[in-house]
């Protein structure tokens, strides 16, 4: 994820906005707990998406209270205190984070290739304290997979985002009960979160790509080294598929007893991630064809 999965503030009431922010303190506060204190470093909105979609699933009931944080310590902050799905969020971070790293180390060059190898050391405790056996395991199968799909070039997109789509999946599902309702759909908003992502950074990177010669599905696609306004269009087209996905799994939870929840997510899909895509493309939301 890593970005592109946060809420467009200026559409939640301030109700919603605090406790969004509650959330991020309290996945915060549990990347130090279950990780590691330095892993904290790498937190992140995406994170906040997790936890608030798994708490809608399993309806587990959390508390926000204001505490003390060392990085403002002079005013206290909401915070969502520790609860199963927060804690879980912040463990899959940890597998996450590692992950990007060792994609970083092998695909990158220069300062972002030296800042991987020097963090690895770290996110590998950061994952080992994290303790999901499960989901590194059928992470690091598919990271190997993807890793293999995009040295190989192909002229696709769906190929590579569709394992994407596979990673977030996994971690948005694992733990849940096999075969429930509650897992069927987790895996359904991390797929298409995870290919949206793909697309949304694929996009934002594809003049970088040219420039280092790494692999990008759109240069591969479309065959040419600048994306024109069609090409644009057209990859904003197929965001908005994904976005409309997640927000048909979304209207699919009951989300009765889970105050304010709803509209923070719907906000996160409808309003941040739709936001973050246009940036991506140079097509800014709501912006339309010319012709």
């Not at 979304?250 to 246009?278: K, P, Q, R, Y």
Request: proline fraction near 4%.
């Amino acid at each position: 994820m890593f970005g592109y999965v946060k809420a467009f503030p200026p559409e939640l009431t301030l109700r919603e906005y605090e406790l969004y922010r509650a959330g991020y303190c309290g996945v915060c506060r549990a990347m130090g707990r279950c990780n590691g204190r330095t892993s904290c470093a790498g937190l992140t909105w995406d994170s906040v998406f997790l936890f608030f979609v798994r708490t809608a699933l399993t309806k587990d009931p959390f508390e926000v209270k204001r505490i003390f944080c060392l990085l403002h310590p002079f005013r206290k902050r909401q915070a969502v205190l520790s609860t199963p799905q927060i804690d879980y969020a912040a463990r899959a971070s940890a597998v996450l984070i590692h992950g990007k790293l060792q994609d970083d180390k092998k695909d990158e060059r220069g300062v972002k290739k030296l800042r991987a190898s020097l963090l690895l050391p770290l996110a590998s405790r950061h994952k080992k304290r994290a303790a999901l056996p499960e989901l590194e395991e059928r992470c690091g199968a598919i990271l190997a997979k993807l890793a293999e799909t995009e040295r190989e070039r192909p002229a696709s997109f769906d190929l590579p985002a569709s394992l994407s789509g596979e990673l977030t999946a996994e971690v948005f599902s694992c733990g849940l009960p096999a075969g429930s309702e509650e897992e069927r759909l987790a895996r359904e908003i991390g797929f298409h979160t995870g290919k949206f992502v793909y697309a949304a950074d694929a996009a934002d990177d594809f003049l970088s790509d040219q420039k280092a010669g790494r692999y990008n599905p759109y240069a591969a696609l479309f065959g040419r080294d600048t994306l024109t306004e069609d090409d644009k269009e057209g990859i904003f087209d197929g965001i908005r598929y994904e976005l409309t996905a997640i927000e048909r799994a979304l209207a699919l939870i009951d989300f009765s007893g889970i105050t304010g929840i709803e509209h923070i997510l719907s906000n996160i899909v409808g309003e941040g991630m739709t936001d973050a895509a246009g940036a991506s493309t140079s097509l800014p939301k709501g912006e339309e064809n010319s012709d």
